[in-house]
């Protein structure tokens, strides 16, 4: 029988496996990490292969009295899973005790998107004067024009040939290893220019990375989103910016003007078209402001 302490090691091996066959970020791993934490504690010295349904139902609502989130809930269970899946493959348990167990609905929620205007402003002016400020630039319309990902832009390289500025694209490899080549707008690609001539003379010797921080070396996401949180405050906008954010914008922006949403699905790498269509509401939600300002009965007297 499986205890706790050969459950740790169990999830050792499965982090270790998720990590080499499916190239997940350290976020998502350090998320399922917790995950099968959880799990553990719950399960005390119980083994693992004693876990059945009806017990791992009681786990999930012991948890939501500790006041986890349904969509908490929903990773947590998708992690346990997932894990249980490999254990029955790798390891000979007889069954996943958590197949058919769902999460508590919850209402899902908008991703938040600039509008149109508020992302003209944010990227507007402040031309690339020193390496820094080119670099921030490049960075944010890059965001902003081809969707990408933070971990997708930090990642990209200088001289691996998946920039291309001549071919006005840029290809990435997103989540689930999966690879995609999508355009870099005219903006984008004058903001890379200025930024790739400033670069050679701040990045550390043999360093490949195309975005580089103080030191030379491949710029930390926390420093990415850092940055676009200074740089929105100095152009006095509310919002709290973060780079994801720009990725809905982009989302939202082109799906306004091009109505296309399988195009906006291969833009953004989605699996799923279900989780393309999240921007169609928020398209909506831009008509219906619309509405309400010009309709002459849509004001209350």
Known sequence: ??????????????????KSQRRLSPATLRNYAHALNLLLSLQEDHALDSLDTAQARRFVGALHSRGLSPRTLALTLSAWRGWYHWLVRQHGFKANPLVGLRAPKAKRALPKALS??????????????????????????????????LAELVALNIDDGRLDL???????????????????GARAREALKDWIEKRNGI??????????????RRIAPAVVGARLAAWARRRGLAERVHPHMLRHSFASHV?????????VQEMLGHASISTTQVYTHLDFQ????VYDAAHPRAKKK
């Open 203 to 216: 990045a550390a010797p043999n360093e490949k990375a195309l975005f580089v921080g103080a030191r030379g």
């Open 166 to 184: 001549r071919q006005a694209e840029v290809t990435v490899t997103g989540k689930g290893s999966k690879t995609r080549t999508v355009p870099v």
């Open 116 to 149: 149109v205007d508020t992302a003209q402003r944010l990227l507007e002016g402040e031309e690339g004067a020193t390496a820094d400020t080119a670099r921030d630039r490049a960075m944010f319309e890059l965001l902003y024009s081809s969707g990408l990902r």
């Open 286 to 289: 831009a008509l219906a402001k």
């Open 255 to 263: 799906l306004q003007s091009s109505q296309d949403l399988r195009a």
């Open 1 to 18: 029988m499986r205890g706790r302490g050969d459950g740790a090691t169990l999830a050792r091996e499965y982090l270790e496996a998720l």
